[in-house]
T-cell receptor, first 111, second 115 residues
């Protein structure tokens, strides 16, 4: 069945350093979404990518969708303590377009 | 309400008991998902509804798990004869997109502890 792998599992950075998390799917995706879950909270939608090779930016966050629509990345420039949380990618494929989540990357930012 | 509402927020039960978890999606949202999140882990897909029908039940871990949705709105996830490995946060999410391509709005979750 469809699988979405995400690495790394955990990343610890100093405030001001950059951070990247990578997502790979076993199948071609119709779209990919990214969510952020703060400690003790629920996942909150960040962005959706649909087109092959698409790149979107939200302030210090840059999201990319691979040319083959099987991988994606999220890059945060100059991390801040407010970036702390777990970042999940989630991909859709198949007839019902169900959303399958990666395992998440937990980001810790130290001041 | 304005968001996805789940109840109970916390449930402690004894092994072997049945539990029901309820999800009230955002009004008008046609798609509804149930996920399970164990401590420090990712989101495990359980079931997806479009309207009242569940085209994909492939994620339900065993026949002890069932879910229904009535009136295209409220959904109930039932776990029969609970086991300790069922302990997790059960998250419900809804989406407005009938083609099931849009963003999901999550509830706060129901934390289940099976003793």
């Amino acid at each position: 069945g469809q699988q979405v792998m995400q690495i790394p599992q955990y990343q610890h950075v100093q405030e001001g350093e950059d951070f990247t998390t990578y997502c790979n799917s076993s199948t071609t995706l119709s779209n990919i979404q990214w969510y952020k879950q703060r400690p003790g909270g629920h996942p909150v939608f960040l962005i959706q990518l649909v087109k092959s090779g698409e790149v979107k930016k939200q302030k210090r966050l840059t999201f990319q969708f691979g040319e083959a629509k099987k991988n994606s990345s999220l890059h945060i420039t100059a991390t801040q303590t407010t970036d702390v949380g777990t970042y999940f990618c989630a991909g859709r494929s198949g007839g019902y377009n169900k959303l399958i989540f990666g395992a998440g990357t937990r980001l810790a930012v130290h001041p | 309400g304005a968001g996805v509402s789940q109840s109970p927020s916390n449930k402690v039960t004894e092994k072997g008991k049945d539990v029901e978890l309820r999800c009230d999606p955002i009004s008008g949202h046609t798609a509804l998902y149930w996920y399970r999140q164990s401590l420090g882990q990712g989101l495990e897909f359980l079931i997806y509804f479009q309207g009242n029908s569940a085209p994909d039940k492939s994620g339900l871990p065993s026949d002890r798990f069932s879910a229904e949705r009535t009136g295209g709105s409220v959904s109930t996830l039932t776990i029969q004869r609970t086991q300790q490995e069922d302990s997790a946060v059960y998250l419900c999410a809804s989406s407005a997109d009938r083609r099931n391509t849009g963003e999901l709005f999550f509830g706060e979750g129901s934390r289940l502890t099976v003793l």
